[in-house]
């Protein structure tokens, strides 16, 4: 007779996380419409990519029922790059534009890179402009990577202290790896973390992810990190996945779940928590440009 296992490990869903972040997004809409201000995320769209449109359709939704206004630009697959900056810099100057996003991926003949570093950097919601990583870097307030800074705020939420402790990111792209390993090493009470990051580079990563306290998988290979990669009772956050047509594929095999303490859900995880942590960058930047200058002359950051 064989017994079903059961999942031992403490699920921590993006969804309350993101909801919270929401509530406070939520109210600093409100309070800057009372001051005659509408938050206001722009929206670019190259191309007519199923998957990518409703991407749109679902931030447009979301910024709907935040009290967002989100102009929407959307260009034809053989757009021009010269199109795209176009239109980058027609938002860019729109002072009633608060934050803008060109939905990822972009047709092959443009330069997603070259238009990103067109974006005004207190405009790139999505924290991803080399200007702000290297505010990041520098440990200057600016628009965080959406993805690092959601899982941030899911263990904070779910009382998960990574201060002191060993935290091992799997995974060092641009995208999440590398920030997230430079803000979960900042100093701050919901950081201050022993950060290791491995990679290709690393061929024993396995040694390093065994001993972390709580390891995230950042690499975008379906089902690399398996229960033998993990510490018994250690937390294990999914962030990397890879699509196959509109499947989902984690890098977190499920029977992790089996070995971690507390896990993120193979679907609703972190994913919930970068979309909200989208508009709250786009608030913050409502709020910066709204803000008096300050005496330096310059806006505050955040
Ligand atoms: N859930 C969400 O909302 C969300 C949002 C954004 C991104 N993501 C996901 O996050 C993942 C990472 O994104 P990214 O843009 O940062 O990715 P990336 O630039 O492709 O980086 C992947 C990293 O994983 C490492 N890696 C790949 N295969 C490996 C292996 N076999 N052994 C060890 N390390 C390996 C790579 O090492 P090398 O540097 O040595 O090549 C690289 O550092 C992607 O899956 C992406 O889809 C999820």
Known sequence: MSIAQTSTARLLPGAPVAEAVLNDVRSRAQALRDRGVTPSLATILVGDDDASAGYIRIKQRQAAELGFESPHAHLPADATQQQLHDVIRAFNGDPAVHGLLIQYPIPGHLDYGEALMLVDPDKDVDGMHPMNLGRLAAGVPAPVPCTPAGIEALLDH?????????????????????????????????????????????????????????????????????????????????????????????????????VAGAITPRVGGVGPTTVAMLFRNAVAAAERAAAPLGRSGTHRAR
């Open 158 to 258: 779910y009382e998960i202290p990574v201060q002191g402790r060993h935290v091992v990111v799997l995974g060092r792209g641009a995208t999440l790896g590398r920030p997230l390993s430079i803000l979960l090493s900042q100093k701050r009470s919901t950081a201050d973390a022993a950060v290791t990051v491995v990679h290709t580079g690393v061929p024993n990563w396995a040694d390093y992810t065994r001993n972390a306290d709580v390891l995230i998988a950042a690499a975008g290979v379906p089902g690399i990190v398996r229960p033998e990669h993990v510490r018994p009772g250690s937390v294990v956050i999914g962030g990397g996945v890879r699509y196959q047509g509109r499947r989902l594929l984690p890098d977190v095999e499920e029977s992790c779940d089996q």
